[in-house]
């Protein structure tokens, strides 16, 4: 059976299969987490459930659509689990402005490099595929 989305696989395949969809399921944990570590986290929990549950995923099944409901799941869970939760604050918290000088010399940087900067950056999320 082909259809989009779905593979004729062996179990054998599953590891292989699994590294195929990774990018994608990196790409959809950030918007979800909107936080690298966490959605790293989120990824690597979806691939522990998914190798777990591998005796249950049907080799004619859709894979990316298991993964994906794997991964959607596991996040509500996380959601779940953090309603309710507060932090409590220390009776101080310290003051993390910079000081006038340090202001001074973060703004004397010029834009140039700034923007050289940003596009290195930018190229680090292209390779890793969170941004075409």
Known sequence: MSGEGRIDMTQGDF????VRYRPA??????RLC??????????QATYERAWQARAQFLPEGN????LFRILCNHHRDNLRRRTGVHVPLPDEVPDNAPEPEELSSLLSI???LVLQALN?????????GIFP
Request: cysteine-free; proline content about 8%; aromatic content about 8%.
């Open 110 to 112: 010029p834009p140039e």
């Open 120 to 128: 290195r950056l930018q190229n680090v999320y292209h390779e890793r």
């Open 25 to 30: 399921l990196e790409r959809s944990a950030l």
């Open 15 to 18: 590891p292989a299969e699994l």
């Open 34 to 43: 909107r936080d690298w570590h966490d959605a790293e986290d989120l990824v």
């Open 63 to 66: 894979l990316g659509g298991w």
